[in-house]
Nanobody, 118 residues
Framework: HVQLVESGGGEVQAGGSLRLSCVAS?????VGWFRQAPGKEREVVAI???????PYYAHSVTGRFTISEGKANTVYLQMNSLKIEDTAMYYC????????????????WGQGTQVTVS
């Protein structure tokens, strides 16, 4: 079983930055950040494999967001140059299967943290 706890959301002006944190306990093949805006489907933002491999980024955030894994099983999502369209609930998720960029591949989810860009 994998437990995930997110933090770091908030409200920021367009062009600003936020850093989200996710503490992930338990073994997993990868950790991803997803987001869901009101009335829209949940979409992948970024995925980082545990161990070897390269991170994956959605086209909409490439060059602005960075996913990384730090100490104490913490995965970060550094978000720069935020846009109004980045406003959403952001979820951390873990997969013990593939690291395909689809929410259906991820079995474990955190409670979410709200990011609002105005």
């Amino acid at each position: 079983h994998v437990q995930l706890v997110e933090s770091g959301g908030g409200e920021v002006q367009a062009g600003g930055s936020l850093r989200l944190s996710c503490v992930a306990s338990g073994s997993r093949n990868c950790v991803g950040w997803f987001r869901q805006a009101p009335g829209k489907e949940r979409e992948v933002v970024a995925i980082i494999p545990s161990g070897y491999g390269y991170p994956y980024y959605a086209h909409s955030v490439t060059g602005r967001f960075t996913i990384s894994e730090g100490k104490a099983n913490t995965v970060y999502l550094q978000m720069n140059s935020l846009k109004i369209e980045d406003t959403a609930m952001y979820y951390c998720a873990a997969s013990r299967r593939s690291c395909s960029p689809s929410p259906t591949e991820f079995d474990y989810w955190g409670q979410g943290t709200q990011v609002t860009v105005s």
